[in-house]
């Protein structure tokens, strides 16, 4: 099943951790035909070639469902930013598959998150459009009137300026064009986040498409208020798994400026996990290999917990809507 403009992504990231521990963010928001990308067209500069990246060591790495990447904790983060090449999608048309690749603040160890990025997805016809957005959790995602297509390369930052003021901006260096904005936000500050995503589609389900290597660049975040590289900032490797506990995006470790690192697609397929259109449950693509009891519901805008099982272990997820 196809996306149509009814349906809006959301994203949804379970951390496989001792203490059951949760991430969640966003990806995308309904089709907006005037982001559609050109298949090909002249770049005003080449892509830089991807830094050949050993891969972060198995033990390191924290097993999700629909994130890969990394992420810090354990101090109070008022600033993240990060720049990557936008992935050329090679699906075939009608596949039911998208990515995103941003950069955010908080989801890790709360249930706020503030982030940004781009995005490859399928519009109602099968065909590969890619966009910018936004997103303040609980509230859904904007699409950001910056043009890109693949091979562009973007830089985007969040940094608040002053207790719940953010700024927000991309920078399109291949175009020349630029975006930015200041926002309201209440963020308990407590991660930062480089992250490549599967998103969750609502009313239906969504695999991970075959970006290919994405580089992170230009990792930073300011840290109990120390401008710090992702490697300073003590972030850990992130993994995504399907539901047989196979990698499906891997990250690379931190290249020697400790600022930058790769994720790479695997040739594993993904287990998509959907939204119900009702709102009531969190379907897996393969119900055979779970089953879900809701512990919790809200109205629609202020979301509802749904607790997780599978043979390998629970999970505890948060979804917004």
């Not at 059951?20 to 298949?39: I, M, R, S, Y």
């Amino acid at each position: 099943m196809n996306l149509s403009s009814v349906f809006r992504f959301l994203s949804l990231c379970v951390l496989v951790l001792s203490i059951g521990a949760l991430v969640f963010g966003d990806g995308a928001l309904a089709q907006n035909d005037a982001h559609v990308a050109q298949e090909a067209r002249s770049q005003t500069e080449a892509p830089q070639p991807i830094p050949n990246l050993p891969l972060a060591p198995a033990g390191s790495n924290t097993d999700a469902l629909n994130w890969a990447g990394y992420t810090a904790t354990g101090g109070t983060y008022t600033s993240v930013s990060g720049s990557w090449t936008v992935p050329h999608i090679r699906n075939g048309r009608g596949s039911n598959v998208a990515d995103a690749t941003w950069i955010g603040i908080g989801g890790v160890t709360s249930n706020d998150l503030i982030q940004a990025g781009t995005e490859a997805i399928p519009d109602s016809n099968g065909t590969i459009i890619y966009r910018a957005w936004m997103e303040l959790l609980p509230s859904d995602s904007k699409i950001v009137p910056l043009s890109i297509s693949p091979g562009d390369s973007v830089s985007v930052s969040i940094s608040e300026e002053s207790s719940g003021v953010w700024d927000v901006a991309f920078e399109n260096s291949t175009t020349g064009k630029s975006y930015e904005t200041t926002v309201h936000y209440n963020s308990s500050l407590s991660s930062a986040d480089w992250v490549e995503e599967m998103p969750v589609e609502v009313g239906g389900a969504v695999g991970l498409d075959y970006f290919g290597t994405i580089h992170f660049s230009g990792g930073y975040a300011i840290k109990d208020g120390e401008t710090v590289t992702i490697l300073a900032s003590g972030a850990s490797p992130l993994r995504m798994d399907n539901s047989d506990g196979d990698a499906v995006a891997e990250p690379s470790e931190l290249g020697a400026d400790g600022a930058s690192f790769n994720v790479s697609r695997t040739d594993a397929p993904s287990s998509p996990l959907a939204l119900s259109s009702d709102g009531t449950s969190a379907l897996p693509s393969d119900r055979s290999l779970y089953s879900f009891a809701t512990a919790g519901a809200d109205a629609p805008g202020s979301g509802y917990t749904i607790t997780m099982y599978r043979d390998k272990g629970g999970y505890r997820i948060i979804i917004r809507y």
